[in-house]
T-cell receptor
Framework: DAKTTQPTSMDCAEGRAANLPCNHS???????VYWYRQIHSQGPQYIIH???NNETNEMASLIITEDRKSSTLILPHATLRDTAVYYC????????????FGPGTSLSVIP | GAVVSQHPSWVICKSGTSVKIECRSL??????MFWYRQFPKQSLMLMAT?????????EQGVEKDKFLINHASLTLSTLTVTSAHPEDSSFYIC???????????????FGPGTRLTVT
């Protein structure tokens, strides 16, 4: 079973920041928080991951609370192409550990 | 970034036939690959873990004799759906992680998926 809980769906106005929350209250010390997204009828795309520090890359920012029990993915300026299902996943940082997907958050960016 | 390809991107087959789906890591080696299945409006469901040079590990409820997995090289894993039936119609997705000294990034890279329709 997935170890995270996310809202089922969210809307965001185009050009505004999209803030996607994720709860992972049972996260272990060796587990990282990963975010992926899946645009309709495509394979999932890696976005970002982090352990305890906030992270930023060209796609998004990841804010992890100090107790690591929740996190927020931030898309700073959402575009219509960001409409997708966003998955928050916790897993150890190894190449052989499987990724278990929960239902994710369906983000709709509205013009 | 690392690229994973799948072939074919879509396939239609008749009930009772078998179909093979290929998953390739194009610019990296992958000791481990994963196979997922996704039904409409549902999340991805992990089917099995494919290990190069050894038998695949199947998730509970997945029939290993129906979904044959072969991982013969560090860049290729295949999933064969044997005696396909309409209920096997789904979106099949593979993923892989970079392995090898000095190249460990740990992100899972996903293929574009294969749409299987069994008539």
């Amino acid at each position: 079973d997935a170890k995270t809980t996310q809202p089922t769906s969210m809307d965001c106005a185009e050009g505004r920041a999209a803030n996607l929350p994720c709860n992972h209250s049972t996260i272990s010390g060796n587990e990282y928080v990963y975010w992926y997204r899946q645009i309709h009828s495509q394979g999932p795309q890696y976005i970002i991951h982090g352990l305890k520090n906030n992270e930023t890359n060209e796609m998004a920012s990841l804010i992890i609370t100090e107790d690591r029990k929740s996190s927020t993915l931030i898309l700073p300026h959402a575009t219509l192409r960001d409409t997708a299902v966003y998955y928050c996943i916790v897993r150890p940082k190894t190449s052989y550990d499987k990724v278990i997907f929960g239902p994710g958050t369906s983000l709709s960016v509205i013009p | 970034g690392a690229v994973v390809s799948q072939h074919p991107s879509w396939v239609i087959c008749k009930s009772g036939t078998s179909v093979k789906i290929e998953c390739r890591s194009l610019d990296f080696q992958a000791t481990t690959m994963f196979w997922y299945r996704q039904f409409p409006k549902q999340s991805l469901m992990l089917m099995a873990t494919s290990n190069e040079g050894s038998k695949a590990t199947y998730e509970q409820g997945v029939e290993k004799d129906k979904f044959l997995i072969n991982h013969a090289s560090l860049t290729l894993s295949t999933l064969t759906v044997t005696s396909a039936h309409p209920e096997d119609s789904s979106f099949y997705i593979c993923s892989a992680s970079i392995s090898g000294a000095g190249k460990l990034t740990y992100e899972q890279y996903f293929g574009p998926g294969t749409r299987l329709t069994v008539t």
